[in-house]
């Protein structure tokens, strides 16, 4: 049941229209051994206007990819290091960034939190 968000720093909604999220869907479902119809992905725009590092300039494949997981039950010590790293690699493909510039995160467990069409997930 992984709900990923995902939010792209382009130069122009022309380039992040190129961005799939069906592509990312299909691709992190694959990666996850998640059944069809039970990976979700929300794929936003941030323009690089609104974007900043420190003392840094840049542009095009240097933009970051912010990612947060959401899971019903997050994986724990080597199963988290394994996924984080098969995630940042299959959307860093995707996307066309290096895998240095996807950045995961792990939001709490969804477990009692998280209802799917009125439906607590536990």
Known sequence: ??????ELVCESEAEFAAASARTLADAIGRVLGIEPGHTW?????????????????????????????????????????????????????????????????YAPAAAGRQAFGGTLVW
């Open 1 to 6: 049941m992984p709900v990923i968000d995902i």
């Open 41 to 105: 992905v929300r794929l936003r725009f941030l323009a690089s206007a609104a974007y900043a590092e420190n003392q840094a300039t840049l542009a095009g494949a240097d933009l970051p990819a912010f990612v947060t997981v959401l899971h019903a039950h997050p994986p724990l010590g080597e199963a988290l290091i394994t996924e984080a790293m098969a995630l940042t690699l299959v959307i860093a493909q995707c996307l066309v960034r290096a895998p240095g510039r996807v950045h995961v995160q």
